[in-house]
């Protein structure tokens, strides 16, 4: 089950051509795709690429009619050695994944297709997760592209650039032999738009042809001396023909403008900000008309130096806008320049921050140094640079802090040390007002009775090492839980603790999910543990999903599909590879067992890996899935019954120990109504899934007793409401009796005083 259905939307797959298709990015490449003719596509799903598996998953009707052959990858790495398929045959093929994590994992199959070449189109989609949106640490796939020799695309962010770029993409990796790269940035992915259709095409040459008709090319093959001569094909053949056709084709895009002796230099993906904040000082206008030249590479590898030199001629200065470090792109137009003697001075990394996402706001400023040293009159009007427009207190300080710093530096260094101000000092008032919000568990999770489970346990055994993974389970390193020392990547929870294979007092403990499990743990992770005969305990939270990738399933899921194989236990394959000690917990809510098994692994005698699997379904997509039901059930007029529970005020102690274990976002406070309890009491909002984790958990830790569960019933039969009517007129009975008690009560006092 993925994290949403794009069933309708794939209809438009079928649009005729020349009709004008309207939806999401994502869903333009795959149209994309159809249109160039794709023999196979595969890939491993993760942000902001995961919609790409899943519309392609909705698909398969539609692919199979074309003849392409569709599938979800083990890995990036699984997905990236696919391509081999394109090496020896004119079969095209398209890869997808997550960057720069998952460009990682395949970087061996990378640069083994790199080295020896395609014959057919191969293209590599990447979803670059660079910015404050971003859940990864914060790299780029640009280093990848250049280490390899792959020619990476970076189009305008709108759907005719990005569905011309899958189109170039196909045809200059055939024209260069040479795997290409289609970067797609967060908002590229999710952004909606239109274009003109073009007819579908089957494959030209399928992968059926291919196996009957297999071809061996050893030179293709990465093996001594071929090896050798790759990396001067690379060079001497492959990268002219691709210099060659990205300019014959037009692929990086020239924009005049009348203020001809400045220009700016910028990557495709960053276009639409660019533009943004050039209007904020009439510097282009909503039709994408800009005063000043543009030049605008679609192509962000490689560079094209007569194109950069025709660019900057007779120009006094360019400014060159690029996210991150280190800056390629501005280092390379250098080195051109300087070669061909063109004095045009370069700006980049001076006027611009060194690192983090170019927002509007952050260009408006760098821009703003630009021009005030090449073209003043254009800051003629007054632009706001996202300030209010009566500066607050800590606005005036932050300008305060600006002019002071360009009283201390001149020229480049202080439009840097300006911008690198201001944003320390951006919305500083905020920090008082608005908390801090770390990630946490969803609503309901079946992770969180894990770690309080597990902190519980240390209560009694104290502290011990914990290796984290990649996965929703990482949110336990933040608070209330607290729990986790690293973590290294995607199924190497276990590889983490590898290191610790020592004697000690303690063990260590790992944990990975069911998704790190087979996406990499299984071998790196419980194997080596094995082979090495680690003494030390690995959780494997199995909650039926690749879950933090946007609910995708795996070999362990519990669904049954027919073009899938499921259904094959995590302990089936942990024994496999020869661990002896494995529990099952199939259900993680009940704090108190899975407390004591984790005590049990941590205790006992046995040398040698423990594994402990945590099984409970991902609460996200068991209410995707049980939601819809109960409303169907509901509007068919069924008897249906919605769990909730809450928190009697009256015996809460105020202690809060509850949410200290829990911390579930339906768990809050409110004031008790007691005058004589000042402090406020715990409160089950609305959100509550009836998971039952706080009543659990405050038994497990032995707490209070003033937790309950109530019931509430939809279509009750007649028998039902009766008795609901009788319990209501005894209540009511029952509570003014207590009335006229404590107003007799009441009286009596007044009268003896």
């Not at 609910?551 to 942990?574: F, T, W, Y």
Request: proline letters at 5%.
């Amino acid at each position: 089950m993925a994290e949403r259905s794009f069933t309708k939307e794939v209809q438009q797959l079928l649009a005729e051509p020349g009709t004008v298709f309207h939806g999401e990015g994502i869903l333009a490449v795959t149209k994309a795709l159809l249109e160039c003719g794709v023999g196979y596509v595969a890939g491993y799903q993760g942000s902001p690429i995961s919609h790409l598996m899943d519309v392609l998953a909705d698909a398969q009707p539609i692919l199979q009619q074309l003849g392409v052959h569709f599938e979800s990858s083990a890995s990036e790495a699984t997905a990236a050695a696919t391509l081999s398929a394109s090496v020896m045959y004119p079969i095209r093929g398209a890869v997808t994944w997550k960057s720069t994590v998952g460009t990682n994992v395949a970087s061996d199959a990378l640069a083994n297709l790199a080295s020896g070449g395609v014959t057919g189109g191969a293209l590599i989609i990447i979803g670059e997760d660079y910015g404050e949106g971003s859940s990864i640490m914060q790299e780029r796939s640009h280093a990848f592209a250049m280490k390899s020799q792959i020619w990476l695309l970076d189009p305008r962010p709108n759907l005719p650039a990005i569905v011309k770029a899958v189109h170039d993409g196909f045809e200059l990796s055939e024209a260069s032999h040479t795997p290409v790269m289609l970067e797609l940035r967060v908002r590229s992915c999710h952004l909606h738009g239109s274009f003109v259709t073009q007819a579908n095409r089957p494959p030209a040459f399928t992968l059926k042809q291919a196996l009957e008709t297999p071809v061996r090319d050893t030179s293709r093959i990465v093996l001594p001396p071929a090896s050798y001569l790759h990396e001067h094909e690379k060079i001497l053949d492959r990268w002219p023909a691709a210099v060659r056709f990205i300019k014959e084709r037009g692929l990086n895009e020239f924009f005049d403008g009348d203020l001809n002796d400045i220009g700016i230099v910028m990557l495709g993906g960053m276009y639409n900000n660019v533009m943004r904040a050039m209007m904020a000082y009439d510097m282009a206008d909503i039709y994408g008309k800009s005063r000043i030249p543009l030049y605008v590479m679609n192509v962000a590898y490689p560079v094209i130096d007569e194109e950069i030199q025709r660019f900057c001629e007779g120009k006094k200065a360019i400014l060159v806008i690029e996210e991150g470090q280190p800056e390629y792109h501005e280092q390379a137009i250098h080195t051109v320049l300087g070669r061909a003697q063109i004095r045009t001075t370069v700006h980049g990394k001076d006027m611009l921050p060194q690192a983090g996402e170019y927002t509007v706001q952050t260009l408006k400023r760098g821009l703003q140094a630009f021009l005030s040293k090449y073209h003043p009159a254009g800051l003629a009007k007054p632009v706001s640079l996202g300030m209010p427009v009566k500066p607050s207190q800590a606005v005036q300080q932050a300008g305060a802090v600006i002019e002071q710093v360009k009283t201390q530096v001149s020229g480049a260094a202080q439009a840097q040390a300006a911008v690198a101000a201001m944003t320390r000092l951006a919305a500083p008032e905020l920090a008082t007002v608005v908390p801090a919000r770390p990630p946490g568990f969803c609503v309901g999770c079946p992770e969180r009775p894990i770690f309080s489970a597990m902190t519980l346990v240390q209560q009694d055994l104290g502290m011990h090492h914990i290796s984290a993974d990649i996965g929703c389970h990482l949110f336990a390193a933040m608070p209330p839980f607290h729990l986790g020392a690293t973590t290294m990547g995607y199924g190497l929870g276990a590889s983490s603790a590898a290191a610790m294979n020592v004697e000690a007092g303690k063990r260590s403990i790992s944990v990975m999910g069911d998704g790190g499990f087979w996406h990499n743990g299984l071998a790196s992770g419980i194997g080596n543990a094995v082979f090495n005969k680690a003494d030390g305990v690995i959780v494997i939270v199995d909650n039926n999903y690749s879950a933090a990738t946007g609910g995708q399933d795996l070999l362990s899921s519990r669904s049954q599909k027919d073009n899938r194989s499921m259904q094959h236990p995590i302990e089936a394959a942990v024994r496999g590879v020869g661990v002896a000690w494995v529990k099952t917990v199939d259900y993680t809510y009940d704090v108190n067992h899975m407390r004591d098994v984790l005590n049990d692994a941590l205790t006992t005698d046995y040398q040698g890996p423990k594994v402990v699997i945590a099984q409970s379904e991902c609460m996200l997509n068991k209410q995707r899935r049980v939601k819809p039901q109960i409303a169907e059930a509901v509007k068919s007029g069924e008897r249906v019954v919605k769990e909730k529970f809450g928190v009697d005020a009256s015996v809460c102690s105020g202690d809060h120990a509850c949410m200290r274990l829990s911390g579930c976002p339906s768990l809050t406070l409110k004031n008790s109504g007691d005058p004589l309890k000042p402090d406020p009491v715990a409160h089950v909002d609305d959100g509550c899934v009836a998971c039952g984790h706080c009543g659990e958990v405050a038994d497990a830790a032995v707490l209070c007793p003033s937790f309950y569960r109530i019931e509430w019933v939809r279509n009750a039969g007649t028998v039902e409401k009766w008795f609901h009517r009788l319990q209501q007129t005894v209540v009511t009975w029952m509570q003014r009796l207590q009335q006229r008690s404590l107003h007799a009560r009441a009286l009596y006092q007044d009268f003896s005083a």
